[in-house]
């Protein structure tokens, strides 16, 4: 089976680089020079920080390569100092964005409310949203992994089915994040099956199907084409990686391999 698509439900995969707060100029170029003029089979995107977004679109014009956001605003518009709205993010030529990251959720304190308003908001204005869930070592020790991802899932994705366009899942257990220690692919699909599982008791067996759920967690190029093997794997989050320009081209080129 190509990796790169599952032909029994027809996803095409999605491979996103998350850059953080990291990069510069240099790292903007390299990449763009890296990607740009070559196929994939599968869908690209970068979410690099605020300032470089526009720039990054305006160079990779005539390239398949998409560009999303690390986060969006839960408010509209208004007095909101620092935050960019859905509608700005797709005017300016975003495809996609990130939402619930695990860090937005430690350090700055959002919850599966505000990820739902969130969710909503890019549907609204035309963005693919990626909920990003997962739990923390300490949840994983409790055994409540699925306890948790189905409350993030249940609240994060609430009243869904009234707004047109598709969701897209990222699986991020906290507790591979950084750590250099990716979850075994075995036990990364348990999850994702159960994910879809999730889905499709809430909202049907076809939008369970349509539905790309990604892992995200030290994903590198020595354990992403053995993650993608996995029937319920559609695509890859990768954080530090994507930061070394090869590293990240050899993740998705190797992947299209399998």
């Not at 369970?208 to 994903?219: A, C, E, F, N, W």
Request: charged share 25%; glycine share 8%; proline share 3%.
């Amino acid at each position: 089976m190509n990796a790169t698509t599952n032909p029994s439900a027809g996803r095409r995969s999605l491979i996103i680089a998350n850059w953080k707060l990291n990069g510069g100029i240099d790292l903007m170029c390299t990449s763009i020079a890296t990607l740009v003029g070559k196929e994939f089979d599968t869908d690209i995107a970068v979410c690099p920080p605020y300032i470089y977004i526009r720039d990054m679109l305006s160079l990779l014009h005539h390239s398949e390569v998409q560009i999303g956001s690390q986060n969006v605003s839960k408010f509209e518009s208004g007095a909101y100092t620092g935050e960019t709205s859905a509608e700005m993010l797709k005017k300016v030529g975003c495809s996609l964005c990130l939402i619930g990251h695990s860090e937005r959720r430690q350090m700055f304190r959002e919850n599966n409310i505000s990820c739902n308003i969130k969710v909503k908001n890019a549907l609204t204005h035309g963005l693919l949203p990626v909920l990003c869930i997962g739990e923390n070592a300490e949840e994983k020790e409790a055994g409540i992994t699925k306890d948790i991802l189905f409350r993030q899932i249940d609240e994060g994705l609430k009243e869904i089915q009234d707004y047109e366009g598709d969701v897209c899942i990222a699986y991020e257990p906290v507790w591979a994040i950084g750590s250099g220690k990716s979850a075994d692919p075995e036990l990364a699909q348990e999850v994702h099956q159960f994910i879809r599982h999730c889905l499709k008791e809430k909202y049907g067996a076809a939008f369970s199907q349509k539905t790309r759920i990604l892992y995200g967690g030290s994903v590198s190029r020595k354990n992403a084409c053995e993650l993608l093997e996995k029937p319920d794997i559609d695509g890859l989050l990768v954080g530090g990686a994507s930061l070394d320009p090869e590293h990240f081209l050899q993740i998705c080129t190797q992947c299209e391999l399998k």
